[in-house]
């Protein structure tokens, strides 16, 4: 199974602790040797929409949500269970501090 997981929130700036950077560090290092995270990456503010509409190609630069809305990170994770993916995440969430962090699963081959 895989998972979508995104961290939204209104502080995109908002730095870890050197401590939490170390352990953050050695918790992805870790789930990249096991081969649970497939790709992970933050996200910037603002982006573009591509739509095709009545023969042409239409460009609209963002954002397109409130800040608070922003998905800031993801990763996309490798698992055999919610369990597995919720257990993950949760290790994330007490390394990175309070937080909300979405959890989607991805369907499609593997």
Known sequence: ?????????????KPM????????????A??????MVI???????KGSRVRFTKG???VTDGPFVETK???LGFAVIRVDSR??????VSRLREIAGEGETS????????
């Open 17 to 28: 602790t050197p401590e939490q950077g170390v352990e953050m560090g050695k918790f992805m």
């Open 1 to 13: 199974m895989q998972f979508l997981v995104m961290d939204p929130g209104a502080e995109p700036n």
């Open 103 to 110: 959890l989607i699963q991805i369907y499609g081959p593997s």
């Open 56 to 58: 042409k190609i239409v």
């Open 69 to 71: 809305e922003m998905v």
């Open 83 to 88: 369990e597995e993916a919720v257990k993950w």
């Open 39 to 45: 790709a992970q990456g933050g996200l910037p503010p």
């Open 30 to 35: 870790e789930s990249y040797a096991k081969g």
